[in-house]
């Protein structure tokens, strides 16, 4: 059985076939160029350079390709390192199969469809429902298939549908316990808040920012799609509209992360929590994940580089949570 590259320790060595996640080029103090390559698997992705590489290096290897990589396992500032000896481009005669190096949620697209249909069927505010519907409806296909970032959180295929239904489980709950909250608008603004990532991020595998998310971000694109939507049905001017902009304004709650408003109203509140605490969930899942009981793990960027203790007398299956890391969440 194949270890996966999120299991491995400093010490360790490796021989497999891995996904390039990304690249950046950069010289070295000697002058000398170097490559940083984003290798991944189904099970995550590590940081790994190749120095003095040369413009064929360059043109070989880019986001997407497949390779076949050899080396050690080091650290880094508390962070695993992959030590390239070897690498060579994969050739047909490999046999290998880039979906099979692509993480991806543990509920399938048909799954995930049913459970986001489900809770579209218990919005009963006909503004709220038509519109959702109608975004949902435009971005159905992508919505199923993009991951929900770059790196940091849910960053596999299928993250952004498999977020939406971990915050709407969370907000079914958090409703029966607060009845005085408006259902409609909360699972209407989880169902949209991420939405204008399908045109931020470019695509499933080998993730980046598009020009438009370089430029404007998902929460400027989702607030224009939601007014042009508004618009082509005819409730443009309906205030249930301008507190789903809200609410996508506000989800992020902070300037510096990105929201131009805090949240001003209950439900817009709570959808940021709610998305705050799954995104922390995940990464924190995952970090826990790779790390043995008793030891801590990596450092964690997304929570303020803190490393995370496993307690010792954890006794999870660790081979079924190579197989199964988020399935927990099932």
Not at 120 to 137: D, G, M, W, Y
Request: net charge negative; charged share 25%.
């Amino acid at each position: 059985m194949v270890k996966g590259i999120a299991f491995y320790k400093e010490g360790e060595h490796v021989h497999e076939f891995l996904l390039i996640k990304s690249v950046t080029k950069g010289l070295a103090s000697n002058g000398k160029p170097f490559l940083t390559i984003y290798l991944q698997d189904k099970t995550g992705d590590i940081e790994s350079k190749l120095w003095g590489s040369t413009a064929e290096d360059e043109a070989n290897y880019v986001a997407g390709a497949v390779v076949l990589a050899e080396g050690d396992i080091t650290t880094f500032r508390g962070r695993n390192q992959f030590k390239i000896r070897t690498i060579r481009p994969t050739t047909e005669h490999d046999q290998v199969n880039k979906a099979e190096l692509v993480m991806s949620a543990p509920l399938s697209i048909d799954e995930l469809n049913d459970k986001i249909t489900q809770y579209l069927f218990e919005i009963k505010n006909p503004v709220i429902q038509r519109l959702t519907r109608a975004l949902l409806k435009k971005h159905h296909h992508d919505f199923f298939e993009y991951p929900a970032a770059v790196s940091i959180h849910h960053n596999f295929l299928s993250g952004l549908a498999y977020h939406v239904c971990c915050m709407l489980d969370m907000a079914k709950a958090v409703v029966n316990l607060y009845p005085e909250i408006d259902k409609d608008l909360l699972y209407a603004g989880i169902i949209i808040h991420d939405m204008g990532k399908l045109k931020e991020l470019s695509g499933v595998t080998a993730t980046s920012y598009t020009l438009q998310g370089n430029l404007l971000g998902h929460i400027s694109i989702m607030v224009a799609a939601i007014g042009e939507t508004a618009d082509e049905l005819g409730i443009g001017d309906k205030e249930e509209v301008l507190l789903l902009k809200h609410m996508v304004l506000s989800h992020h709650e902070n300037p510096e992360w990105g929201s131009p408003k805090p949240p001003m109203f209950k439900e817009a509140e709570i959808l940021h929590i709610l998305d705050d605490m799954d995104a922390k969930i995940n990464v924190m899942t995952r970090a826990i994940r790779k790390t043995h009981p008793g030891e801590f793990s990596e450092r964690i960027f997304a929570m303020n580089n803190r490393t995370l203790y496993r307690p010792s007398f954890d006794i999870g299956d660790a081979e079924d949570e190579r197989q199964h890391p988020f399935q927990e969440n099932n």
